[in-house]
């Protein structure tokens, strides 16, 4: 009968211990959980960072192609109107940038 209580001992004690390791994981996986999501949070803002860099670079190639456009002249109204034309579509091409950079 004195092995048994030695039992009954071993399993108390693997009882409360079982609730502290039990705890240790919760903890853990919280701590697991809210690196996760921090994780997450900087994969996001490196993502946009890349994409406003992305814009960046487009458009301050836009912005090139724009002033070689404003370095020209027409001499004739069909030159000038397509000059203006496309003139008009790097500038909206440009704004449309913008807004996705700031969203």
Same mark, same amino acid.
């Given at each position: 009968?004195?092995?048994?209580?030695?039992?009954?001992?071993?399993?108390?004690?693997?009882?409360?211990?079982?609730?502290?390791r039990?705890?240790? $994981?919760?903890?853990a996986?919280?701590?697991?959980s809210?690196?996760?999501?921090?994780?997450?949070?900087?994969?996001?803002?490196?993502?946009?960072?890349?994409?406003?860099?992305?814009?960046?670079?487009?458009?301050s190639?836009? $912005?090139?192609?724009?002033?070689t456009l404003?370095?020209?002249t027409?001499?004739?109204?069909?030159?000038?109107?397509?000059?203006y034309?496309?003139?008009?579509?790097?500038?909206?091409?440009?704004?449309?940038l913008?807004q996705?950079?700031?969203?």
């Amino acid at each position: 009968s004195h092995s048994v209580t030695m039992l009954d001992a071993d399993a108390a004690e693997t009882k409360s211990a079982r609730r502290r390791r039990k705890k240790k $994981q919760q903890e853990a996986d919280a701590e697991d959980s809210k690196i996760n999501e921090v994780g997450d949070e900087l994969a996001d803002m490196a993502l946009k960072q890349q994409q406003i860099q992305e814009a960046f670079d487009r458009y301050s190639e836009l $912005q090139k192609q724009l002033d070689t456009l404003s370095g020209r002249t027409a001499n004739t109204p069909r030159g000038h109107t397509m000059l203006y034309d496309r003139k008009k579509k790097l500038i909206d091409e440009m704004e449309r940038l913008l807004q996705t950079a700031k969203s």
